[in-house]
């Protein structure tokens, strides 16, 4: 099965708002996470990656918070523009010997 | 460089037929990876490489996908005998090694098997 499983299947926020996507991994042995965009009819887009090392890490309008305590990492996007309209993945390649497993995502939709 | 490339970028066959598809990593991208994406659901790994080797396929690859990448730089899926299941979008990706966590893809390539 799955290392990781993001919460909700579908977000909408209104424009202007932060937005906080969710996910879940179980291995607490995993040691790095990453996140991915995928726009529509366009291929996966890196975000951004975070070592269990760190709780946190920033990006551009991009924050991943890290709570290895109980197993759980976000992505939170600041003021969300309609061009943030995607899917958001999270993967766990520590589990998945070394390769992106993608589970089914959440689809953050922008309200204007 | 101008990123991944795939191609074709549509494809529509009949049950049956075969059908390949082309992947052209970033060239100092030594991991090429496919995946396959149908509607609604995130892309599914099928393969990867490492150079001209292929590392691991996954269950989901039956024996009629085959992948190759006799050079070590471009990569060819071909699907043999279509069934109307394969019909989905094929991404290809390519990484470094030294970086298998940041993937970039192409903007795939879509069969329809009617």
């Known amino acids: 099965g799955e290392s990781v499983g993001l919460h909700l299947p579908t977000l909408s926020v209104q424009e202007g708002d932060n937005s906080i996507i969710n996910c879940a991994y179980s291995n607490s042995a995993s040691d790095y996470f990453i996140w991915y965009k995928q726009e529509s009819g366009k291929g996966p887009q890196f975000i951004i990656d975070?070592?269990?090392?760190?709780d946190k890490r920033q990006g551009q309008r991009v924050t991943v918070l890290l709570n290895k305590t109980v197993k759980h990492l976000s992505l939170q996007i600041a003021a969300t523009q309609p061009g943030d309209s995607a899917v958001y993945f999270c993967a766990d390649p520590y589990s998945s010997a070394s390769k992106i497993i993608f589970g089914s995502g959440t689809r953050l939709s922008i309200r204007p | 460089d101008t990123g991944v490339s795939q191609n074709p970028r549509h494809k529509i066959t009949k049950r049956g037929q075969n059908v390949t598809f082309r992947c052209d990593p970033i060239s100092e991208h030594n991991r090429l990876y496919w995946y396959r994406q149908t509607l609604g659901q995130g892309p599914e790994f099928l393969t990867y490489?490492?150079?001209?080797?292929?590392?691991?396929k996954s269950r989901l690859l039956s024996d009629r996908f085959s992948a190759e990448r006799p050079k070590g730089s471009f990569s060819t899926l071909e699907i043999q005998r279509t069934e109307q299941g394969d019909s989905a979008m094929y991404l290809c990706a390519s990484s470094l090694t030294s970086n298998t966590g940041e993937l970039f893809f192409g903007e795939g390539s879509r069969l329809t098997v009617l």
């Open positions: 975070i070592r269990s090392n760190m």
């Open positions: 490489f490492q150079n001209e080797a292929q590392l691991e």
